[in-house]
């Protein structure tokens, strides 16, 4: 067994590769299609366009994952029925379930790669790129305007009149101080604000105690050593739900105040990164479905028919996620919608084809049976 499952873990490793690089090529194309133009202007270096594509290498992984798992493991299969190796392993007495295993863990490994992968480092990667193109294009850093956040953990309310992420600077900054019952505490305004050594340095303040006589002073610096919270998690309140890794996900979604029409997206977004590692399994059953083929016009069907589910498995998401988006669905709905869909037709198909239903039909009666034995024999 271990032999076997070398055997078409290798098998299976190499038009996976293939199909991942082929995938990778394609992709940077498209993209270097939309970009040249940019780098050719700005007269950008080309270790700088080397960076660029290599920083997009784990947001490239997302979309390209998918189809590289249905095509490899199509190819796969076609290429072990076309040798007559499937009919040995089934002719040794292996059930197709057993032939199908190691595709599932195969599925498995990368289905990790890719929860990884979503959780962090591809959306730190895209916005590393946006930053880089950015530098490409004379832009500089982020700089945010009038911007409120609300830090209902450590109850504080800030206010920027401008923040500049890049430099983790502040023009023109508040923020409010409040006990566990909500009432003001003190103030603070400040002419500039920095964050450094993990903490916040006011310059050019004013101080507002507030109690029964409100206590105002002026500092030309202060530094506020328990106030740690670092520029970018204040910017989340303007960051686009795709510019969020998982765990700042989680955290807006815990500690905002915004509307849950405005929170839809975030929420969808969360979701989406949690589940979407499933689609790997999901196309793998349609590609095991019509692997299977051993003539050339049944293979280029079930080259027709994967093709054909990936687009409308493609289509099917982008359907279903804008209505949990724009709150016209739950988020958790739109995105498993595809997934549940999909997974079905795929175990259904799969069941037909192979005798499953039949096969469990028999483990029914044969139990029944037996709990009909036992219990004739405890009557006994």
């Not at 959780?119 to 911007?147: C, F, H, M, W, Y």
Request: hydrophobic letters at 45%.
């Amino acid at each position: 067994m271990k032999i076997y499952f070398r055997y078409l873990f290798i098998r299976l490793l190499v038009p996976f590769t293939v199909c991942l690089f082929a995938g990778t090529v394609i992709w940077i194309m498209v993209d270097l299609y939309g970009n040249i133009y940019d780098f050719l202007d700005h007269k950008a270096p080309f270790r700088l366009v080397v960076w660029y594509y290599l920083l997009a290498i784990p947001s490239m992984l997302v979309q390209v994952l998918p189809a590289t798992i249905l095509v490899a493991s199509l190819w796969t299969l076609l290429s072990l029925n076309r040798r007559s190796e499937l009919v040995a392993f089934q002719s040794g007495g292996m059930s197709p379930i057993w032939l199908f295993i190691p595709f599932f863990l195969f599925a498995a490994v990368w289905m990790a790669v890719l929860g990884y992968d979503l959780s962090g480092p591809a959306t730190e990667s895209q916005v590393k790129r946006d930053q880089l193109l950015q530098q490409v294009k004379g832009q500089g850093s982020r700089d945010i305007q009038n911007l409120p956040y609300v830090d209902n953990t450590n109850r504080r309310i800030w206010f920027f009149q401008s923040l500049d992420t890049g430099h983790n600077k502040a023009k023109d900054m508040e923020i409010l101080f409040q006990d566990a019952q909500g009432h003001d505490m003190e103030k603070y305004f400040a002419h500039e604000a920095s964050w450094t050594n993990g903490f916040w340095k006011l310059t050019g303040v004013r101080e507002i105690i507030y109690g029964t006589e409100d206590t105002v002073k002026d500092f030309a610096e202060v530094d506020l050593p328990e106030v740690t919270t670092p520029p970018k998690q204040l910017s989340l309140v303007v960051s686009q739900a795709e510019q969020l890794t998982l765990p700042q996900l989680s955290q807006y979604i815990a500690t905002s105040t915004s509307s849950q029409e405005h929170l839809a997206g975030f929420r969808t977004e969360w979701w989406y990164r949690v589940l979407q590692p499933f689609s790997l399994v999901v196309l793998l059953l349609f590609a095991l479905l019509n692997g299977m083929h051993t003539d050339r016009r049944g293979a280029a069907q079930g080259w027709a028919w994967c093709i054909a589910v990936l687009i409308l498995y493609l289509v099917s998401q982008a359907t279903f996620m804008p209505f949990g988006r724009y709150n016209r669905m739950p988020p958790f709905v739109s995105v498993i919608a595809t997934e549940v869909i999909f997974g079905v037709i795929g175990v259904h198909l799969l069941a037909v084809k192979y005798g499953w239903y039949w096969q469990l039909g028999e483990s029914w009666k044969q139990w029944r049976a037996g709990q009909n034995a036992g219990r004739k024999n405890a009557a006994l």
